[in-house]
């Protein structure tokens, strides 16, 4: 056994894990254990060690080495390893072997320990069973069985009777490679732990290592301290690695030159399956298995699958070496018609490997074409992914939009990123899309419907929301046609509809969101949870379910779905509901990790409004801190504005609100040289705090600029009136809304105003009837905050007469207004009130406006006192400044 082992076992660790794998919970030896690896795994030091180990003292050990026939069968060379304890060797026929076998088994009366190496060159579906069986006929016979491959033995059907150590067994761990250098008296540095790392734990890659280091302590690549780079981050590999595949390969170059080919051609591409394996060698499928039978046994390749479809790679610690003598040996086009070959035969098993190799060669059609058809699945790797796509020029990304695309897509949750940066990109991304869409129109071609997508997210980056939410209903049409999108077997089609992918559909649904269609938004966010839906138990078993293979990060794109329907009701007027999408938002994020590329911001987003709310001034707290980071690219960061004005109104009225909502837009419009699609949000947020806060004049030039049948304009036209003590108008304009399609924000804005202005108006019953509304959806929908936006004392008055009605009891909830959030209405003035007022701009002093009024002095006074009052004022430039607002003075509308 020492003869056969690369090291000898005095110089190796003892690895008592691998050695309780040969006793049973008794501490006896187990009775058969199948050593099955590739050449210098450590076996045989594995199997010398148990023999030398305290286990098997008192155990009589047999050791034999089997033979390829024809030399001699398995029985024959039992037979005589046997014999060589008996005084006589006894002189057996191949024929009587066998059975001398059985009978010498048979008459143990001791414990016995049989090794039997090098059992690959004889195994067979017959030997295998035969050793099986003779396992069985005495109680004191343990076998230990080392071999590179077997027929039967490690298979399912045997695994009750055979315990086997295979190769990631026998692999040895990173603590084990450290024990051993150090009881080499070799010191680890970083270099030589990354060479460590490539070697996988091979038994032979590591002990060359160590070797290695322990003869060349002065080599620059393994003094500690080394300033160069690692082999990790550099093409080059470690020394004594090239040295094994230099070896590797001066051995199959003897043994078996076809396999030789076959392992260069392998190190070109990231896997071989076994039917381009035959077209590399132009062999028959039995011809080839053997040559790749050669190279499993040597250890230098690994498989995947299983036969017909496994995919076969060369082991790491080699195959940057193997790579540079293939690139000498095989010419430039025969290597790229192999890796193109080899690449589609994997596009829909791996995908990223394929879009990998793709890139790697340069070609960018493929890596574009695969890229799009698997957009989540492969930058759901993004460290990986982005390294792929790092070395590609402008001109790449302009050409193939996608890849710019998916570029844009990773760097934008990168806070090192600069938006300039970001801009670029998306910017490649959107007219390269819009130049092959003018190029080739065809809605049936492959990769129409992810440009389409890349210029709607260009559309809507660039502040034109319109078009945006048009190309998204479009997406969304063909999303739910029955027609095919996709080429393929329709058992590649994924169960939930055809082209469903993640990023797709979460960007689908913020379009939809920012360009106002909140039934689409929510549509498509539902649409995305019920794709990556969680199954009981870890997101791993989700995958292996078979729900999606869009993704393999189904909990943090759950997250994204659950954060987009919490916006979606929250900016709808639910905020119940959207509380509930928050907590299970927040559940999946704890579990899972955040939602990719910022998804997670809309959770975020909600909970800033949420803090108002709710009274917990710790959400909005937290929600910008969170934020804070990405400030610079968010396209909700106006809702954040107006989360934090709304907080400082409920805590100090709107008159402090509108200079800090005024300061934080500016800046933000220095930043990004304007507000795009959130122009006509800021604009009527904006219109409400100046109409609460009396500034009438400017809150008609805000509602004027904006179009005059957009319902969130007529309502604020209907606000603007009531303010103005213009009941009749107010009325009717809400009245003529309706709120058949009005949202539930809408709706109850609308009742709370058609409900002061019917009280204005002497229709009480009309009145208490929209105040109930209003109240129920209040309560239903969590959303008191809209009683700050209506004028406080007629509410009371109407919640007090409608409770003595009998028609409700809303007292409580008005009341729990915060006091300085409490809007007031300032009351008309007469004809005489309004002179009165003017002459204070005209004629300060009493006399002189007596005069122009041609009115007693003590009655300019009184007007001017009731003026005071009704504007809610205590002084001369109080009441011109509050006049000029209201637009009460001439010139100043």
């Given amino acids: 056994m020492r003869t056969n082992s690369a090291v000898d076992t005095g110089e190796l660790i003892v690895r008592e894990r691998l050695l309780r794998r040969f006793r049973d919970a008794e501490e006896n030896l187990t009775p058969f254990v199948l050593l099955v690896a590739p050449a210098g795994s450590g076996k045989s030091t594995l199997a010398a060690q148990l023999i030398d180990s305290p286990s098997v003292v008192g155990t009589r050990v047999y050791v034999t080495h089997a033979s390829a026939p024809p030399d001699r069968s398995l029985w024959r060379t039992l037979a005589d390893s046997l014999a060589q304890t008996e005084a006589a ?185 076994l039917k381009h394996a035959e077209e590399v060698l132009g062999r028959p499928a039995v011809a080839t298995l053997m040559h790749v039978r050669t190279l499993r046994e040597i250890g230098v390749i690994t498989a995947v699958g299983s036969t017909p479809t496994e995919t076969f790679h060369v082991h790491p610690a080699l195959r940057a070496t193997v790579a540079a003598q293939a690139t000498r040996e095989i010419s430039s086009s025969k290597r790229r018609a192999l890796v193109l070959r080899a690449t589609r035969d994997r596009e829909r098993g791996t995908p990223l490997d394929a879009f990998r190799a793709y890139l790697r060669f340069s070609y960018l059609p493929e890596a574009e074409r695969v890229l799009a058809a698997n957009f989540t699945l492969i930058t759901d790797h993004r460290a990986t992914c982005l390294a792929a796509l790092d070395p590609l020029t402008d001109d790449d990304l302009s050409t193939h939009p996608t890849l710019a695309a998916a570029r844009f897509f990773l760097e934008f949750e990168l806070a090192t990123v600069s938006p300039k940066r970001l801009w670029h990109t998306s910017q490649l991304s959107y007219r390269g899309a819009q130049r092959r869409l003018e190029i080739n129109p065809n809605p049936d071609d492959p990769l129409y419907l992810a440009h389409r997508a890349q210029v709607m997210v260009g559309e ?76 009981p138990g870890s997101e791993a078993s989700a995958s292996r379910a078979g729900m999606t293979r869009s993704t393999v990060r189904h909990g943090p794109w759950l997250h994204v779905a659950l954060s987009g329907l919490a916006l979606v009701e929250s900016n709808e007027g639910n905020f119940r509901q959207g509380a509930e999408f928050l907590t299970r938002s927040d559940d999946i994020r704890e579990a899972h990790g955040p939602g990719p590329a910022l998804g997670w911001v809309n959770a975020e987003v909600v909970r800033a409004h949420h803090a ?115 009941d009749v108008r107010a009325l009717l304009t809400i009245q003529r809304l309706g709120t058949a399609a009005l949202n539930m924000r809408q709706r109850i804005d609308a009742l709370l105003i058609g409900a002061v202005a019917a009280w204005g108006c002497g229709r009480s019953q009309e009145a208490f009837v929209s105040l109930r509304d209003a109240g129920e959806l209040i309560e239903r929908c969590e959303l008191s905050m809209m009683l700050r936006s209506v004028p406080f004392d007629p509410l009371v008055e109407i919640a007090a007469a409608a409770r003595d009605a009998g028609v409700c009891d809303v007292t409580t909830l008005i009341d729990s207004v915060p006091e300085a959030a409490r809007c007031v209405r300032r009351e008309s003035l007469t004809q005489m009130e309004q002179r009165a007022l003017e002459s204070m701009a005209t004629h300060p002093a009493l006399a002189d406006a007596a005069l122009a009024l041609d009115i007693a002095p003590a009655t300019v006074k009184r007007h001017r006192l009731a003026v005071y009052r009704k504007l809610r004022v205590g002084s001369r430039e109080e009441a011109i400044l509050q006049a000029t607002r209201m637009g009460l003075l001439p010139n100043s509308s």
């Fill in 612 to 726: 108002y709310e709710f009274r917990r001034p710790d959400l909005l707290a937290q929600a910008v801190a969170r934020i804070s980071p990405w400030y610079d690219r968010i396209e909700q960061w106006p809702m954040v504005i107006m989360a934090e004005a709304e907080s400082v109104r409920y805590q100090r009225g709107p008159d402090w609100a509108l200079p800090h909502l005024r300061t934080a837009v500016a800046q933000v419009e220095r930043e990004r040289h304007g507000v795009g699609v959130w122009g006509g949000y800021l604009a009527l947020y904006q219109a409400m705090l100046n109409t609460t806060s009396g500034n009438f004049a400017t809150s008609k030039n805000m509602i004027d600029s904006l179009p005059a049948k957009n319902s969130f304009v007529q309502i604020e036209q209907a606000r603007l009136a009531l303010f103005r003590s213009d």
């Fill in 89 to 273: 060797r006894p002189v057996l026929h191949e024929a009587d072997a066998r059975e001398h076998v059985r009978r010498f088994v048979g008459a143990m009366t001791e414990p016995t320990l049989l090794v039997i190496d090098d059992y690959h060159h004889v195994s067979s579906v017959d030997n295998d069973r035969a050793l099986l069986e003779m396992s069985g006929i005495s109680p004191h016979l343990r076998l230990c069985v080392l071999a590179r491959s077997v027929h039967i033995l490690d298979g399912p059907l045997y695994r009750h009777r055979v315990r086997v150590i295979a190769r990631e067994d026998l692999a040895f761990t990173p603590a084990e490679a450290r024990d051993l250098a150090a009881q080499w008296g070799v010191d680890v540095s970083p270099a030589l732990t990354d060479a460590l790392a490539q070697a996988g734990g091979w038994a032979i890659a590591v002990t060359t290592l160590l070797r290695s280091a322990q003869s060349s302590e002065s080599s620059p690549d393994l003094r500690e301290g080394n300033d160069g780079p690692s082999p990790r981050h550099s093409s080059t590999p470690h020394p004594a690695l090239q040295r094994v595949a230099v070896d590797v390969l001066d051995v199959l170059g003897q043994l078996d030159p076809a396999a030789r080919g076959l392992l260069l051609a392998a190190s070109l591409v990231d896997g071989l399956t």
């Fill in 460 to 535: 809507r980056v660039r502040g034109d929301a319109p078009a945006a939410l048009a190309i998204a209903k479009e997406i969304e049409a063909r999303l739910s046609s029955p027609v095919r999108l996709v080429d393929g077997d329709p058992d590649d089609v994924p169960a939930h509809g055809p082209y469903t992918d993640p990023a797709l559909l979460a960007e689908i649904a913020f379009t939809a969101f920012m360009g106002g269609d909140a039934g689409l938004a929510r549509r498509a966010w539902q649409k995305l949870a019920t794709l990556v839906e969680l199954s």
